[in-house]
């Protein structure tokens, strides 16, 4: 890692440690050069997979795009939509997959937007899980009474994989 005050080629460690359940690590680095100190942070980068094969790197600014719509007249301002796709991210994140299906995202969406506003969820189920007669809006209008929001978060529950780290080899040449 290049040192971000004198430029100098390289760095080296000085401290390591998980933050966010695991999802992170943050790095303290140390210039050999001029002696500077600075922090990385490491994540793993998060792909969706489009219906038509082709991948792109996840982005809040998409989940937002896909829900204003459904918010048209809603009390739902930029504050709201943003903690919505942040949410959604950490909902994606916790499953520990470098992957996901576009189909996934608008699956993570549905739980926190129900909780935002249910006009606003009702309308962007009906377009995602593509609703065609009253009685599909009549099957989840009984659905939204039955089912308490918070039960419905809850089936979202983080499953970290976290794979052990592979063995130092010391292979010392005197
Ligand atoms: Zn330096």
Known sequence: MICPFCRHDDSR??????????????????CPECGARFSTQETTLLNII??????????????IAGVRKACQGRPVNNDDLALLAQRVE??????GQAEI?????????????????????????????????????????ALLRAVPS???????SPALK?????????????
């Open 13 to 30: 460690v000085v401290d390591s440690r998980p933050v966010e359940d695991g999802t992170q690590i943050r790095r303290r680095r140390e």
């Open 50 to 63: 489009k219906r038509s094969g082709a991948t792109e790197p996840f982005s809040r600014e998409k989940v």
């Open 90 to 95: 950490e909902t994606l994140r916790s499953s």
């Open 101 to 141: 299906e576009a189909q996934e995202v608008g699956m993570a969406i549905l739980a926190p937007l129900r909780e935002l506003d249910e006009i606003a969820y009702l309308r962007y189920a009906s377009v995602y899980r593509n609703f065609t007669s009253l009685a599909d809006f009549e099957g989840e209008i």
């Open 150 to 156: 918070h039960a419905l978060a809850e089936k979202n």
């Open 162 to 174: 976290n794979a052990a780290p592979p063995a130092q080899k010391s292979s010392v040449k005197i």
